[in-house]
């Protein structure tokens, strides 16, 4: 395709993963993971949520305070944002699969407040081991990676978010990949008017990644 990229594969889709005999068996499995540390401080793990046979796939950095109470993907500030822009690109939430790179929320308690700590490399590598197997298990046609984290995750550490931004790429395993930001990010932006075109340019992303909509080959 004009204007796509190659890179290689990440640990998601590099490394070996969590084999199931469906999506539920993985979740179950999932469930129970002390692969790292996480799990010892947060509530719950906070595995992906969508249609077993979605087309599309984002994948953020990992769940937020308000996903580790509600035990589900993207239910936050950043989460309501998400489902705004995915419906100005003409796609429902419903319609999608969302999950994140690391399954439970790591954070840094400041008073009653818990602030996001992002993972390090060894919780990212640890935690791809599920983030494998629900692709494998779903084969969707376009996976999304919402922020730097979840791009490394799936591209490796040569993946920038400001040069691979919006671009298909394909790694030759049956599905494009487009990278954008978080929409953690647009929530972090003061200004007005930069504030709006960054949203324009994510839901033009978001767009890009439902007419791509066909497996690459």
Same mark, same amino acid.
């Given at each position: 395709?004009?204007?796509?990229?190659?890179?290689?594969?990440?640990?998601?889709?590099?490394?070996?993963?969590?084999? /199931?005999?469906?999506?539920?068996?993985?979740?179950?499995? *999932?469930? =129970?993971? @002390? #692969? !790292?540390?996480?799990?010892?401080? +947060?509530?719950?793990?906070?595995?992906?949520?969508?249609?077993?046979?979605?087309?599309?796939?984002?994948?953020?950095?990992?769940?937020?305070?308000?996903?580790?109470?509600?035990?589900?993907?993207?239910?936050?500030?950043?989460?309501?944002?998400?489902?705004?822009?995915?419906?100005?690109?003409?796609?429902?939430?419903?319609?999608?699969?969302?999950?994140?790179?690391?399954?439970?929320?790591?954070?840094?308690?400041? /008073?009653?407040?818990?602030?996001?700590?992002?993972?390090? *490399?060894? =919780?990212? @590598? #640890? !935690?791809?081991?599920?983030?494998? +197997?629900?692709?494998?298990?779903?084969?969707?046609?376009?996976?999304?990676?919402?922020?730097?984290?979840?791009?490394?995750?799936?591209?490796?550490?040569?993946?920038?978010?400001?040069?691979?931004?919006?671009?298909?790429?394909?790694?030759?395993?049956?599905?494009?990949?487009?990278?954008?930001?978080?929409?953690?990010?647009?929530?972090?932006?003061?200004?007005?008017?930069?504030?709006?075109?960054?949203?324009?340019?994510?839901?033009?992303?978001?767009?890009?990644?439902?007419?791509?909509?066909?497996?690459?080959?």
């Amino acid at each position: 395709m004009p204007g796509s990229v190659t890179l290689k594969a990440g640990p998601a889709l590099a490394t070996k993963h969590a084999a /199931g005999a469906s999506l539920s068996a993985v979740k179950h499995q *999932a469930h =129970e993971c @002390q #692969r !790292c540390d996480l799990y010892k401080y +947060a509530t719950q793990l906070v595995f992906g949520e969508g249609p077993d046979v979605a087309k599309l796939v984002l994948v953020g950095e990992q769940p937020g305070d308000k996903e580790d109470v509600a035990g589900r993907p993207f239910v936050g500030p950043a989460g309501t944002v998400l489902t705004e822009c995915l419906r100005e690109a003409g796609v429902e939430r419903k319609d999608c699969y969302l999950t994140n790179a690391v399954k439970h929320f790591k954070y840094e308690q400041r /008073g009653k407040r818990r602030l996001h700590s992002r993972p390090n *490399a060894g =919780e990212v @590598q #640890r !935690c791809a081991w599920w983030l494998g +197997a629900e692709l494998e298990q779903i084969r969707p046609d376009v996976v999304v990676a919402l922020g730097a984290t979840a791009a490394r995750t799936l591209l490796g550490a040569a993946v920038k978010v400001t040069r691979d931004r919006g671009r298909p790429i394909d790694i030759g395993r049956g599905f494009w990949l487009l990278v954008t930001i978080h929409p953690s990010y647009l929530l972090r932006i003061r200004d007005r008017e930069t504030a709006a075109r960054q949203r324009r340019d994510f839901v033009d992303d978001l767009k890009t990644a439902v007419k791509l909509q066909t497996r690459p080959g």
